[in-house]
């Protein structure tokens, strides 16, 4: 598919470009280290992409957000720009770029640049950490660091959580109650004062029978939520809170607080509210020195692994940079790895993986967010698109994807139709198709299409028809059954109704005066008819080639457009709409001709064989089909002689325009009469 082209235009004052043909459009090429250095030269209206998301590609994701230099989920030709200017700064050459290597070599850094000195120094301190001499830095080297700097970690967290402050046991399990309980035992203090002030008040301050009373009658242990909304305890003007005789639905932080208050109250059946205060203060001062050791610990150990941390951050830059920067490129400049055919072809960063539906294989497919709000733009493509819901074989995973069919036939395939989805990762998804967006998928498609819509429109009307012919016979016949089970009365007395109606609907007499005019328009119209049936018989007649030119006409006229709007769509078939309804901006057009259409959908295909089956269906003999076929030439035969022969004689006795002027002559005479 793709095809080297000789040099349309060079710029004497820029860098020399070199162009390439891929879809039957002339691109920039991106081949060697040079024409990557050399992208912030090349114009924007020349990238085939102005941005893309960072989500739904097939790529390391990783990868995608440090190309997302401002974190706002596109990458724009901006950022890329700026990733290949640092790329340009860091190492010598970037022809390391094109083969997409894991590892990269120490003396390729640029040592002249401060982002050559610092990458340079980073690799080197990973691979002190590692123990290794080489001067090549891989992703081994960077994995087997991660896994170390990750066990370092895991200790001092370990260590700093053994040095932490520690809270007395008689206090933990208050801690967890200590909000919930505040608000409450605060409650249960106010309430106390109010007593104290006004002893006449306590009634009102305390839980009411009657509002006990009003849930007496049903389940209690459904009602935790009325009680718990009752006092902690009965106030009392002492303005001590009981232990002990607590609101049952707060026994277990009650129970907290009985344990904590032993540990600094022994012997205490009830707490004062200088007591309780005692108590949180307590609490309080462990929450905060807790918190203010875990921020030294953290600002401790962040100092401490900070330049590790620093040195795999640059580390993984590099390398993830020289394993999948030139793969985006392909796809974000000129399309290369789109338009790559063959077993070991790469599938672009876009391609989310292969459907298969209906003996055929749509290796053009692209996850999808929204299908209504897809579809919607998508449908510009002029592509035939099947929109699937997968799900995973676990159930708990679910996405949408769009499929391109560019081959075969449309004929089984529906909404609510099975498939199976395969991912890039060779994982199989439960596929159903819940849209489709009906396109031409090729001429010879296009060609039939009039034929089977005709079909199924004439089968359709036969089935309703037999249908509705069904039904009204077994209308009739209950119908009748039911008259015959009535009583005699009832139905002589409906015979003489049955009568009176008729006579009442007894049509007036045919007036042949009012329809004369619609006579004579019929007689001129098959006279018309006729006479043009005789011209075209004494044409074919004449010269037997005027027949097949007829039928030639005939078949120009029912499939001609059908296939005329399929050749102006398929030439056009164009996948930047498909893009743009997934968040991309292109700009360039993505064709997707027939030839090369031909290869994203592949057909179940099987050799011819012959092979015993017991359930086929038995071949009609010999002598039937002789008799079909010389029955069916004798009609023909008789056709064309009708044809030839016949008709035209009886146009030479009886001219068909002189019969149609008689015709319309004696219906005006009827009409004066």
């Known amino acids: 598919m793709k095809k080297n082209i000789k040099n349309l235009f060079t710029s004497s004052a820029g860098y020399n470009w070199q162009y390439c043909s891929l879809g039957g459009l002339t691109r920039v090429k991106i ?106 830095f891989s992703m081994d080297d960077l994995l087997y660091f991660k896994k170390q700097l990750d066990n370092k970690e895991d200790v001092q967290d370990q260590i700093d959580t053994q040095n932490a402050v520690s809270l007395p046991a008689e206090f933990q399990a208050l801690n967890e109650y200590i909000e919930s309980l505040r608000a409450k035992v605060s409650d249960y203090f106010m309430r106390c004062k109010l007593v104290q002030f006004d002893t006449d008040c306590h009634d009102a301050l305390d839980v009411s029978v009657e509002r006990v009373a009003s849930i007496a009658s049903g389940n209690l242990c459904d009602a ?98 020289s394993r999948d920067f030139y793969t985006f490129i392909k796809n974000y400049v000129f399309f290369k790895d789109f338009y790559q055919t063959g077993t070991n072809a790469a599938l672009a960063v876009f391609q989310a993986g292969k459907l298969f539906i209906d003996q055929r294989c749509c290796s053009l497919c692209l996850k999808v967010d929204n299908i209504d ?15 699937c819901s997968c799900t995973a074989k676990n159930g708990s995973e679910k996405m949408n994807i769009v499929a391109v069919l560019t081959d075969g036939d449309t004929g089984n395939l529906r909404v609510g139709k099975n498939a199976i989805f395969y991912d890039r990762q060779g994982r199989d998804w439960d596929a ?39 039904n009204q016979a077994f209308s009739d016949m209950t119908t009748k059954a039911d008259t015959l089970t009535t009583n005699i009365a009832e139905n002589a007395k409906a015979g003489k109704a049955g009568e009176k109606s008729k006579e ?45 030119i007829l039928v030639l006409g005939i078949i120009l006229v029912v499939s001609g457009p059908s296939m005329f709007i399929a050749w102006s769509k398929l030439r056009k078939r164009n996948l930047g709409p498909l893009l743009n309804a997934s968040g991309w901006a292109i700009n360039a057009v993505i064709l997707v001709n027939v030839r090369f ?39 023909v035969a008789g056709a064309i002689w009708l044809i030839f022969f016949m008709i035209p004689r009886i146009g030479e006795v009886l001219p068909l325009n002189v019969a149609a002027d008689s015709i319309a002559d004696s219906t005006v005479d009827i009409v004066a009469q």
């Open 31 to 136: 081949a060697t280290g040079d024409d990557i250095a050399h992208l912030p030269e090349l114009d924007c209206k020349m990238w085939s992409v102005l941005s893309c998301p960072v989500s739904g590609l097939e790529l390391d994701s990783t990868t995608l957000q440090l190309l997302d230099l401002d974190h706002d989920g596109k990458i724009r030709v901006d950022e890329v720009i700026s990733t290949v200017k640092w790329l340009s700064n860091v190492f010598r050459s970037l022809d390391f770029l094109i083969n997409g290597e894991t590892a990269i070599y120490l003396n390729n850094i640029n040592e002249d640049t401060e982002e050559g000195r610092t990458a340079l120094e980073a690799c080197r301190h990973i691979l002190k950490q590692v123990d290794s001499h080489s001067e090549q």
């Open 224 to 321: 935790t939520s009325e009680i718990a909304s009752y006092p902690l305890a009965r106030p009392q003007a002492s303005g001590m809170l009981p232990l002990h005789a607590t609101n049952p639905v707060w026994e277990d932080a009650m129970q907290a607080l009985r344990t904590a208050a032993a540990a600094l109250f022994p012997q205490a059946d009830a707490i004062s509210e200088q007591q309780w205060l005692e108590i949180v203060k307590q609490l309080d001062d462990f929450q905060s020195a807790k918190a203010e050791q875990e921020k030294k610990s953290a600002e401790q150990q962040s100092e401490k692994f900070s330049y590790e941390r620093e040195c795999y951050t640059r580390a993984e830059r590099l390398l993830l940079m």
């Open 373 to 387: 709000n897809h579809a919607s733009s998508a449908n510009l493509s002029g592509m035939f698109l099947i929109y």
């Open 432 to 470: 159903v198709v819940t849209k489709i967006i009906d396109n031409p998928i090729s001429i010879k498609q296009a060609f039939w299409s009039p034929y089977h819509k005709f079909w199924n429109w004439c089968t359709e009307k036969l089935n309703k028809s037999a249908a509705e012919k069904e």
């Open 504 to 548: 009442a609907d007894k049509k007036p007499a045919f007036d042949i005066a009012k329809f004369a005019g619609i006579f004579a328009a019929i007689g001129m119209a098959v006279g018309y008819i006729s006479s043009a049936a005789v011209g075209l018989t004494k044409s074919i007649g004449d010269n037997p080639l005027n027949l097949v």
């Open 597 to 635: 259409g031909a290869t994203l959908t592949s057909i179940a295909r099987y050799p011819t064989l012959v092979l015993e089956d017991p359930f086929v269906e038995k071949k009609m003999p010999a002598w039937k089909k002789a008799l079909i076929w010389i029955t069916l030439a004798l009609l």
